[in-house]
C-alpha cells in the first residue's frame, strides 16, 4: 500500500479543536490560496508551504507571527530549486535547521537539509525512486522513508532511514511490507507507519525507542489507517487516521496510552503533523471547498487578563461551586462558614505551563477563618472534608489569612501539606494584590504580595516559595481563586510563558508566544493591560532571570 503521507496530502479537507483543553488558531499566508503547516520547534517557529494564485507550494517559515519563504522567487532572491518548484518544509529543530521535500524537474520527489545559515543539501537515498526528509531533532539526525519503483513505474515498497553526518541508514519494522519513518525527538525515538505490502488496505502506527520497534493504533472505531507524524521530548506523538466509514482524515494526539481525537471545528478533515515539548501542536485543516489551512494548537498556553467591569463571568474563567455575586464591577464570594467557600477557576489546564498570574483581593476581615482567601493552580474544587479548602488534589495554592485569624498569615498549600513557609502579618485585612509564579519545569511555586495595594506596577512586600510534589495531570489543573467571608477580587492577570526561567532562550521563547497569540508585542501588552511593551518585557525579563 502506498504511503498515507501522500494521500492525506491531496484529500480536500476543516475553528476549535474537540479536546476543549487547547486554544486554536488558523493560520494562512497572506493571499495564498492554500497554506499548510507541518512542524513547530521549542522556540514557537513553524514550517511549512503556501500556494499562491497559479503558483504552486514553496516552503516557508513563520518566526516572529511573520511568514518568510524559504526560497523566495526571482527578483527577490537568487533562485533556487526550492524557490521555482514543488517544496514543502516539514520539520525543524532548535537550531533553525529545516528538512523536507523537493520535487525536481523530471518530477522525482528529494529530501532536503537547508542549515539556519541556508546551506542547501539534497538528500537521496542510494537507489532510491524518491526521497523524503521529514524529521530532524537538534542533533542533526534526520529521519525519512524512501520510495521504490519499477522501470514501468509501478510501485514498489517504502523503506525508512535515518541519515547523520552525510550517512544514511536503513531502518524497518520487523515483517513489514512497508515503513514509513516520519518524526524523531532528542532521545532518537522514531515515529512512523507500517504496512504489509504495498496490497496492504490498512496500516499502523510504530514506535521506534532504544532499538525496539512497538506497534500500536488509536482505539477508534472503524480504524483503517495510522500514520503517527511527530514525537516529542516527553514523549507525546500526534499524527492522522482514517476510518472505514467516512475514510476521511482527522488527527490525534497521544498521550501514554491515552489517545484524543483532534478536529479542526468545521473542517471536513484535520491532519495533526508537529508537537514540540511544550505540547504545542501544529497541522492542517480542509474546508468545504478543499482549500488547505494551517492550525496551531496551545494546550493551556493562553494569556488572558479579566476584569468584572461588566458584572458577568467572563469566558476564559467557570464557577467551581455556588455562584458569586458579580455587581460593583469585582467578584464577591459572600457568607461566612467555611462550608459556603467556592471558587472561580480558569477553562484551560495550566499543568505544563509556566506562568505569572496575578490578582486584587479585599480581606474584610471579621469573619475569622471564613475570611481566609484562596489562590493557586489544581482543580480548584471545595474539599468538605477540610472546610471546604480546595484541598481536593491535585492542588497547591496560597492562604491570604485576615488579622483575626492567623495574624494576617501568608502561606502555601499542597493536598498533603500545610502552612509551607507561613509568614505572619504578610497579608491580613485590606486590599492587596497577590502574585503566584510556577515553574512547572523546576516545580517551584512562588507567591509574592504587595500588602494595601492603590495600584500601579506591582511591588512585593513578602514573598515565599515551595518546591511542589504534586501529581499534576492533563486535566483539573486550573489558575483558581475564591473562598467566602465577602472577599472581594478583581483584575486577574494570567500570563502564561514558554520559556524555563534560567534558560538562555527563556525571553525568545515568551516573546514567541505571546506574539503568536496576539499577533505581536503591541497587542499583547494592551490586551494584557501593560502600560507599555517595555512594561511587558520588563516582567518577561522578572521571570527568566535576565
Known sequence: MKKLVLLVAVLLVSVTLTYAQFTVTSIDYPGAQATRVYGINNSGNMVGAYRLPGGTFHAMLIKGGKFIPLAPLAPLASTTILGTNWSVALKINDRGDVVGWVMSNLGYMHGFLLSKKGVLTILDFPGATDTYASGINDSGTIS???????????????????????????????????????????????????????????????????????????????????????????????????????????????????????????????????????????????????????????????????????????????????????????????????????????????????????????????????????????????????????????????????????????????????NIGNIVEAAGDGTHRVRIIWDHVNRTFTVAIQKNYTGGPFSPTSTIQAVVDESFGDINTRIFFGGAGYSVWDDLLVLALNGTPGKSNCHGQSVSGLTQQFGGMKEAASALGFASVDALQNEIRDFCGN
Do not use: C
Not at 516529542?232 to 501514554?256: C, E, M, P, W
Not at 480542509?286 to 498556553?301: I, K, V
Not at 477557576?345 to 482567601?373: C, D, L, M, S, W
Open 144 to 418: 525519512g522513508d524512501w520510495d521504490l519503483y519499477a522501470a514501468s513505474g509501478t510501485y514498489i515498497s517504502t523503506s525508512s532511514f535515518i541519515w547523520n553526518n552525510s550517512s544514511f541508514t536503513e531502518l524497518n519494522m520487523p515483517g513489514a511490507g512497508d515503513t514509513g519513518a516520519l518524526g524523531i525527538n532528542g532521545h532518537g525515538d522514531l515515529v512512523g507507519w507500517w504496512d504489509t505490502g504495498r496490497s496492504a488496505t490498512t496500516s499502523s502506527g510504530f514506535v521506534l525507542s532504544n532499538g525496539q520497534f512497538t506497534s500500536f493504533d488509536p482505539p477508534f472505531p472503524g480504524l483503517i489507517h495510522t500514520q503517527p507524524d511527530d514525537i516529542n521530548h516527553t514523549g507525546k506523538i500526534v499524527g492522522q487516521y482514517s476510518d472505514d466509514i467516512t475514510y476521511l482524515a482527522r488527527g490525534f494526539l497521544k498521550v501514554g496510552d491515552a489517545f484524543t481525537s483532534l478536529d479542526y471545528p468545521g473542517a471536513v478533515q484535520t491532519t495533526a503533523w508537529g508537537i514540540n515539548s511544550a505540547g504545542q501542536m501544529v497541522g492542517n485543516w480542509y474546508d468545504s471547498s478543499g482549500a488547505a489551512h494551517g492550525w496551531l494548537a496551545q494546550h493551556g498556553r493562553t494569556s488572558f487578563k479579566a476584569d468584572f467591569n461588566t458584572n458577568v463571568l467572563p469566558d476564559t474563567l467557570e464557577e467551581s461551586g455556588p455562584s458569586p455575586i458579580y455587581a460593583g464591577g469585582a467578584v464577591t464570594f459572600p457568607d461566612y462558614w467555611n462550608e459556603s467557600r467556592r471558587y472561580l477557576r480558569t477553562k484551560a489546564n495550566y499543568n505544563t505551563t509556566n506562568f505569572i498570574a496575578e490578582v486584587t483581593v479585599t480581606i474584610q476581615g471579621g469573619y475569622g477563618g471564613p475570611g481566609i482567601a484562596f489562590f493557586g493552580l489544581g482543580a480548584g474544587v471545595a474539599e468538605y472534608d477540610f472546610y471546604s479548602e480546595p484541598r481536593v488534589p491535585p492542588t497547591t495554592y496560597t492562604r491570604l489569612e485576615p488579622d483575626d485569624f492567623g495574624d494576617g498569615a501568608l502561606s502555601i498549600t499542597t493536598s498533603s501539606l500545610e
